[in-house]
């Protein structure tokens, strides 16, 4: 059987191009001209520098029928999550339908007469087949089959942005036999955190869930989604988020990380701030380490890099302009969701939190004076890394008077758990530790009327949560024999706890199988609200989705066309 053999240099530039293609197209649609065309010019510069850098020779091989059947898995979970309007479609597609209509139909930028209003929101990941939709109705004049081949477009578009992604994990991971593709695989569909047994502990209510069939919602006020739960829910931030941290991870160099998140602003403003947090974090952790080489002049050369300097100067400013004007950011709710006061810290938990503090700083003041010896040890680097973790947790705890019994389960099982079992081989790197710690944090910060800004700004940190756990049972399974004690043991365990995890993806795909059984046909497309020139059914507008006073905002006054 013929092999394909893919060289990393292809899927980095075709990855590069698939986050700054819609940039292009909204500076082009959106923007003024005078702004556009430096903008423009800057982006096809780095594009094609990118295309003639060289790189360590990194490649995926596979048989020609391998891929085809990893294709075709692409296809069907993205068939399975509505991509296309073929199948069963979540709620929040109505408002995502509304939103890539008004792309096809409307003049770029979208203005609603009805409710005076501008479009405003994470557009990116839309605008390409919402291009091509509209050519099909300036061809036709027919609306339907405009909608109807966008939806198309649109699908190719996410099942494009999937296999970014897994090439990309593929190349991170570097699994020693072409067999352990297919783990990569099973680990990137089924990754999720262990919302089945959140369930059973918080005591949910079952019926609830036969209706809803939602098992993430089973910590109110905290959520982690998993990858199916990105794709099937928020497919729009979700997928250019995976192919922006999975670029991240298997970057050299600094040097191109302001052009990475200026071009995800636009399609995943919460994933853009996670994997920024990232980016930083790693960024000092570099820094140090040139420093203590005395390998500093190069590192600095790669951090005002062109690429860095330009994007902050062309690209970054528009994104950033254009998305502050939205409404919701201005209705930011706190505490929406506590609950009742037996679930808030009792003075017992307070009690072992202060224990915690004095335990966590006497152990640090241990681990200071041998931090010579860290450097050496990974025992030692994990008991200070876990440190400063407890210690930035008593700081979530001390900083949120609200904050709820519930959130210690939810961060062990939706990540904690995984976290300690990949500690046997990661924990001498300092972004294990980066995740944990985002991932501490996110849960306490409130942007808007929902809890957006905790399931999108961790996708990042999860999807590199994901990797390294498909690493870990790759290396575990081609090299099994040299596995001894804890990490034989914590490998087992982890994979026992993916299993546990995967019925959450496992039940967001059968409910769109349950859905189209009870109503006798797979035309399930939510598409309800056709629009957002209108005003919603309680009297106001969608103003998660617009900006209320456009007129008066930065972007209109020195952006907009």
């Known amino acids: ?48 520098k990118l295309g003639r850098e060289k790189e360590a020779p990194r490649y995926v091989t596979f048989k020609i029928n391998t891929l085809f059947i990893v294709i075709v898995a692409f296809i069907l979970w993205a068939y399975l999550g509505g991509q296309g309007g073929l199948f069963y479609q979540t709620s929040d597609w109505n408002e995502r339908n509304a939103i890539f209509r008004d792309l096809i139909q409307f003049d770029w930028p979208v203005y609603y ?213 939205n409404s919701a950011i201005g209705k930011t709710k706190e505490n929406i969701y506590l609950l009742p006061d037996q679930l808030l810290l009792t003075s017992t938990m307070k009690g072992l939190i202060l224990g915690m503090s004095i335990v966590g700083l006497i152990g640090f003041a241990y681990i200071w004076k041998r931090r010579k010896e860290i450097q050496t040890q990974k025992s030692l680097k994990f008991i200070l890394g876990s440190l400063i973790l407890l210690l930035l947790l008593i700081g979530m705890v001390i900083t949120h008077p609200e904050t709820r019994r519930i959130y210690f389960v939810f961060l062990a099982l939706e990540c904690g758990i995984y976290w300690l079992c990949l500690a046997p081989d990661f924990a001498n790197r300092y972004l294990y530790y980066l995740i944990a710690g985002t991932l501490l944090v996110f849960p306490m910060i409130h942007i808007g009327t929902s809890i957006d800004f905790c399931m999108r700004a961790s996708i990042p940190s999860l999807i590199i949560l994901t990797t390294l756990c498909a690493k870990k049972i790759c290396d575990w399974i081609y090299n099994g024999k040299k596995f001894k004690g804890i990490q034989n043991i914590s490998t087992i365990f982890l994979v026992g706890f993916l299993c546990i995890g995967s019925v959450t993806p496992i039940v967001e795909m059968g409910r769109g199988v349950y859905k189209a059984m009870e109503a006798g046909t797979t035309s399930l497309q939510a598409d309800q609200i056709k629009t957002l020139n209108k005003y919603h059914e309680t009297g106001r507008t969608y103003y998660n989705f617009v900006s209320e006073d456009y007129k008066n905002t930065f972007f209109y006054r020195n952006y907009a066309k």
């Open 1 to 48: 059987m013929k092999e394909l053999r893919i060289n990393y240099k292809s899927i980095r530039l075709g990855s590069f191009l698939y986050l700054a293609f819609p940039v292009v197209l909204f500076f082009i649609g959106f923007v003024k001209w005078n702004i556009t065309l430096p903008a423009i010019l800057f982006i096809g510069w780095i594009v094609f």
């Open 113 to 325: 007469p009805k409710t005076d209003t501008m479009l405003t929101y994470y557009i990116g990941h839309w605008l390409p087949a919402a291009g091509m939709g509209k050519i099909i109705y300036i061809l036709s004049s027919n609306r339907v089959l405009a909608f109807q081949i966008g939806n198309l477009f649109l699908a190719l578009w996410t099942i494009i942005g999937i296999l970014f992604t897994y090439l990309l994990m593929i190349i991170y991971i570097q699994p020693k036999s072409k067999n352990l593709k297919w783990i990569i695989l099973i680990v990137f569909i089924g990754f999720s955190g262990m919302d089945v047994i959140g369930c059973v502990l918080e005591k949910w209510n079952w019926q609830t869930f036969m209706e809803w069939m939602h098992l993430e919602w089973w910590s109110p006020g905290y959520q982690f989604s998993s990858n199916t739960t990105d794709l099937f829910w928020v497919f729009n931030q979700a997928i250019p988020a995976w192919v922006a941290t999975m670029l991240f991870l298997n970057e050299n160099s600094p040097k191109n990380y302001a052009f990475i998140i200026s071009c995800l602003l636009l399609a995943a403003t919460f994933p853009a701030v996670g994997l920024a947090v990232l980016m930083i974090g790693k960024y000092i952790g570099d820094l140090i380490r040139v420093i203590h080489l005395r390998s500093q002049k190069q590192f600095l050369v790669e951090t005002f890099s062109v690429s860095n300097i330009g994007a902050i100067l062309f690209v970054t400013p528009s994104m950033i302009a254009y998305l502050l004007m």
